[in-house]
């Protein structure tokens, strides 16, 4: 299931007995969708930046094909005029081949720098997915810490059972990379 910034803020968790403070979830719920929609925004931008490139490469290509035909037509109605029509027509090609190669130099260049940028995405990315591991590994151990003293001071009742699921950090970071439910203990 792919998860929508909207469907982090709307999710609604189930009230327990010494559950996660709601509002902690929700801010954090509310970072995560923040960070997603920057995230996407920023993907978003990189298509269309890509999608504009590769048309301006058409269009260019085109330009190419169009000034071919020009030459081989100028060249079929000026038969009388062969030996200028050539000279030009040869001006023409370097012309064309000049310009070609600059509008790939420029669109390679364009291309290596999306790379890069894309490169520096997952980078940070992967950087974000560590940082919220660590982050959930210290909450969860210190949830741990407080429950274990809390244990020692109240013991619920056998029957009753603590109310509370245990989550595995690195299911909860795995969720979180892949758009998955994290799995409970």
Known sequence: ????????????????????????????????????????????????????????????????????????QAQEVTGKTYESARREGEAIVRESESRAATIMENANREVARLGNELSQLKIRRESLIGRLRILLSSELDLLRTMDQGLEDVLTPPPSLGSGKQQLDVESVVNAISHDRPAQTR
């Not at 902690?24 to 995230?39: G, N, P, R, S, Y």
């Open 1 to 72: 299931m792919k998860m929508t910034p909207l469907d982090i803020r709307k999710q609604e968790f189930k009230k327990v007995m010494r559950g996660y403070d709601p509002v902690e979830v929700d801010t954090f719920l509310e970072t995560l969708a923040t960070e997603m929609e920057e995230q996407l925004r920023q993907q978003k931008e990189l298509r269309d930046r890509t999608l504009e490139l590769d048309t301006q490469l058409k269009d260019y290509k085109q330009v190419e094909r169009t000034l071919q035909q020009t030459l081989l």
